[in-house]
């Protein structure tokens, strides 16, 4: 009798706890999730302008693209000319600090990305950039 016991008590102290070890995987888990920042695409490819004056956007999260043939993408759909101002001033709601960068194709035709940044001016959006790339060196 005595000697099932103690084998009951060995059995019970060689068994491992994983409790504390699936709180510290909860708790990364939750600063990964809490520190990612998600970068919103523009929905297409474009072959954007060079400029030896380009320089590094920080703050982009909010990207619109504008094709050779002269759609308007933003957040991966196409978006209307006259739909264009609400949507970003909605995105903008959601991350003030954010910044609005035009991605114009340089195919495309000036006209159209005057009036997308008309667009945005006429929408209260003031913080817009250009997308440039610097020329090979």
């Known amino acids: 009798m005595r000697r099932s016991r103690l084998l009951s008590q060995e059995q019970d102290d060689t068994e491992v706890n994983l409790t504390p070890m ?72 959601e991350s003030p600090q954010s910044s609005v960068v035009i991605q114009a194709d340089r195919a495309s035709r000036s006209g159209r990305l005057v009036e997308v940044m008309d667009r945005l001016r006429q929408a209260g959006v003031d913080r817009i950039a250009l997308a440039a790339q610097q020329p090979d060196r």
């Not at 956007?57 to 693209?65: G, M, R, T």
């Not at 308007?72 to 903008?92: S, Y």
């Open 22 to 93: 699936l709180d510290v995987v909860f708790i990364l888990l939750i600063f990964f999730i809490v520190t990612t920042s998600f970068v919103r695409e523009s929905g297409i490819e474009v072959d954007p302008p060079q400029a030896s004056t380009a320089e590094v956007q920080a703050q982009a999260s909010i990207l619109i693209a504008i094709s050779p043939e002269g759609e308007i993408w933003l957040d991966r759909e196409p978006v209307t000319l006259a739909a264009l101002g609400p949507r970003v001033v909605r995105l903008q709601a």
